[in-house]
């Protein structure tokens, strides 16, 4: 069966430091990952997306940059964190075909001091 | 552009009466909707899907949403709520052939006992 990880469960960092969060899907092969962000535990924020080892799609411009090294591992990172980029960061894995929802991951909660 | 729109922020019921939660959508095509729920501090979950056929669909939890074409509507049912639905909800649609998922703003549901 599939399962995505996603880690850590949460995060504190000072503004101005670097960040990285990973996560892998295992069980599928060549899936669609995503990246969002969730503010103030409302609306979902695509940051990024990809659909396949080293192709990312941004979907607004920001601090923040993806990478994808492996087929199923999806980085997101920061060189230099603002506190504007605290929030809940979920990670999410389709399958190609539309008739298919996400599955997400347990998200991270960053917070930025 | 494929959109979601959820008119309620909050939907408050009592326990044992029905619940509802509105969506309405936008889309190219023949729509794929999704409903997820999400609880404090967790990613997103599944409840149900309507790709083609009938239109109501049966989803986890008891959970039932309706499509209805004309209306653009795939409204999210529970015939009796528990306290334990009280949850954000999300409703989504995606386009045929399209990598990406639009969700609603969410609706926070609050059962009281």
């Known amino acids: 069966s599939q399962t995505i990880h996603q880690w850590p469960a949460t995060l504190v960092q000072p503004v101005g430091s670097p960040l990285s969060l990973e996560c892998t899907v295992e069980?599928?092969?060549?899936?669609?990952l995503y990246w969002y962000r969730q503010a103030a535990g409302r609306g979902l924020q695509l940051l990024f997306y990809?659909?396949?080892?080293?192709?990312i799609s941004s979907e607004v411009p920001q601090n923040l940059s993806a990478s994808r090294p492996q087929d199923r591992q999806f980085i997101l990172s920061s060189k230099k964190l603002l506190l504007s980029d605290s929030g809940f960061y979920l990670c999410?894995?389709?399958?190609?075909?539309?008739?298919?929802?996400?599955?997400f991951g347990s998200g991270t909660r960053l917070t930025v001091v | 552009a494929q959109s979601v729109a959820q008119p309620e922020d909050q939907v408050n019921v009592a326990e044992g009466n029905p619940l509802t939660v509105k969506c309405t959508y936008s889309?190219?095509?023949?729509?794929?909707l999704f409903w997820y729920v999400q609880y404090p501090n967790r990613g997103l979950q599944f409840l149900l899907k309507?790709?083609?056929?009938?239109?109501l669909v049966k989803g986890s939890y008891g959970f039932e949403a309706e499509f209805n074409k004309s209306q653009t509507s795939f409204h999210l049912k529970k015939p009796s709520a528990l306290v334990s639905d009280s949850a954000l909800y999300f409703c989504?649609?995606?386009?045929?052939?399209?990598?990406?998922?639009?969700f609603g703003a969410g609706t926070t549901v609050t059962v009281r006992a």
């Open positions: 889309v190219s095509g023949n729509p794929y």
């Open positions: 999410a894995w389709s399958v190609g075909s539309a008739a298919y929802g996400y599955t």
């Open positions: 990809s659909v396949g080892i080293g192709q």
């Open positions: 309507y790709i083609t056929g009938d239109n």
């Open positions: 989504a649609v995606r386009g045929y052939n399209d990598y990406k998922l639009s």
């Open positions: 069980g599928t092969s060549n899936p669609n």
